[in-house]
């Protein structure tokens, strides 16, 4: 019986808040919600595709990768029409391939997590257009392997044991950064529950040297080879809109 009431009340207050609202004039957005978003990062991959191409794979995409992820926010009932949150993603690729009697691969991973802090425009009715940034950091690595199909743990050992030049390699290179990303996001609600988004931005990253393998730093590496990009998303939410 008590859940009967409680549900009946929130009920009520969904559907009489637009009128309301309407009554004494308030026109600042609140909100809470949450979801899954597919994104689209325009990186720059022309470096790996040169490691590729002289592996003797075949190249990366040519603009860019597919990113997963999601994210939520809340609207601060202190600050009108002001929301926090917070949004992580992940994207890669990878190749291989035959070369030279050896088996060859390139794998590229890019990804993060940030607080996000937006304005949305209080003066638009029916939908959120926010502008913000996302604040956070990630880290981009590209692993590169070569062996020669099968490998025992005896040639493990012989690898590190002796002076020798080895069939099998591989090396891990990454890159740990600071991020900040202008953002601009719409939020078009299908009901009081649920909230198409689209959004994008540019990823600035700032800080963090090149390592590799056990976090031994290396030089030399391209000034192209980062994470800066324009990026979309685009993704479902779900949770209660008064927009």
Request: aromatic share 14%; net charge negative; charged share 15%.
């Amino acid at each position: 019986m008590k859940k009967l009431l409680i549900i009946s009340i929130f009920i009520s207050f969904v559907n009489l808040y637009p009128q309301r609202a309407d009554e004494v004039g308030w026109v600042s957005k609140f909100g809470l919600a949450g979801g899954f978003a597919t994104g689209y990062m325009f990186v720059n991959l022309d470096p790996v595709k040169d490691i590729a191409l002289e592996l003797g794979l075949d190249a990366p995409p040519s603009t860019g990768i597919v990113t997963f992820g999601g994210g939520g926010y809340v609207y601060l009932m202190l600050v009108d029409n002001l929301r926090i949150g917070g949004y992580g993603y992940a994207g890669s690729f990878s190749r291989s391939g035959k070369s030279g009697g050896l088996d060859k691969e390139i794998q590229y991973d890019l990804g993060g997590g940030y607080v996000t802090i937006e304005y949305t425009i209080p003066s638009i009715k029916d939908l959120a257009l926010s502008f913000g940034a996302m604040i956070g950091g990630g880290r981009l690595d590209v692993d590169l392997y070569q062996n020669k199909g099968s490998v025992t743990w005896e040639d493990l050992i012989d690898d590190l044991k002796n002076n020798l030049s080895s069939e099998n390699i591989s090396r891990s290179l990454s890159n740990s950064y600071f991020s900040i990303a202008p953002t601009v996001t719409l939020d078009i609600p299908l009901n009081r529950f649920m909230a198409f988004r689209l959004g994008a931005g540019y990823q600035f990253t700032f800080g963090g040297s090149w390592e590799v393998d056990n976090s031994l730093k290396i030089s030399g590496v391209s000034d192209e080879l980062t994470a800066d990009a324009f990026f979309f998303q685009t993704g479902i939410y779900l949770g209660f809109f008064a927009f």
